[in-house]
């Protein structure tokens, strides 16, 4: 063998360490890639789910200050003016169906979910009948503590 075709010989051999290097840096970074598309997609539900809670938060602390009015003018003229922002996601069609007596047919689940923050649309008098209490427990998603032996229902 020629010095010239040792030296050729060393090169590919080189070359050849070189792109195996190469094929193994590329799978690195192929797994970097993915485990970075991995924390996106926690950073994103990390942030939804923030969202979610500030925006009840701030529901609440409105539900809080429409409380404190509806309660002075309650007091007055039995006249709520502030309704209360919806604070619990999706919808309490099983809690208002819970509440039925035994020879009611269940409701059927609303149409389309209220989103948080919304407030029913329904009129209310002072004095609610059955079937309106029914409705915003499956527009708020709760049973606001109502027992069956309080005889609402």
């Given at each position: 063998?020629?010095?010239?075709?040792?030296?050729?010989?060393?090169?590919?051999?080189?070359?050849?360490?070189?792109e195996d290097r190469i094929g193994g840096v590329e799978g690195e970074i192929a797994e970097i890639k993915n485990k970075i598309t991995g924390v996106e997609g926690q950073i994103t539900q990390m942030n939804e789910a923030f969202q979610?809670?500030?925006?009840?938060?701030?529901?609440?602390?409105?539900?809080?200050?429409?409380?404190?009015?509806?309660?002075?003018?309650?007091?007055?003229?039995?006249?709520?003016?502030?309704?209360?922002?919806?604070?619990?996601?999706?919808?309490?069609?099983?809690?208002?169906?819970?509440?039925?007596?035994?020879?009611?047919?269940?409701?059927?689940?609303?149409?389309?979910?209220?989103?948080?923050?919304?407030?029913?649309?329904?009129?209310?008098?002072?004095?609610?009948?059955?079937?309106?209490?029914?409705?915003?427990?499956?527009?708020?998603?709760?049973?606001?503590?109502?027992?069956?032996?309080?005889?609402?229902?």
């Amino acid at each position: 063998m020629t010095r010239f075709q040792a030296m050729e010989q060393m090169m590919r051999e080189r070359f050849a360490a070189i792109e195996d290097r190469i094929g193994g840096v590329e799978g690195e970074i192929a797994e970097i890639k993915n485990k970075i598309t991995g924390v996106e997609g926690q950073i994103t539900q990390m942030n939804e789910a923030f969202q979610l809670s500030e925006l009840r938060q701030r529901c609440d602390v409105e539900n809080t200050r429409f409380r404190a009015v509806n309660l002075r003018r309650d007091s007055v003229d039995r006249v709520f003016t502030h309704r209360m922002k919806k604070t619990v996601p999706g919808q309490g069609t099983d809690l208002a169906n819970d509440r039925l007596p035994n020879n009611c047919q269940p409701l059927v689940p609303l149409p389309n979910t209220p989103d948080l923050g919304t407030v029913p649309t329904l009129n209310l008098n002072a004095q609610p009948s059955h079937d309106q209490i029914l409705m915003l427990i499956q527009f708020y998603n709760e049973s606001f503590d109502i027992r069956d032996d309080d005889g609402i229902f």
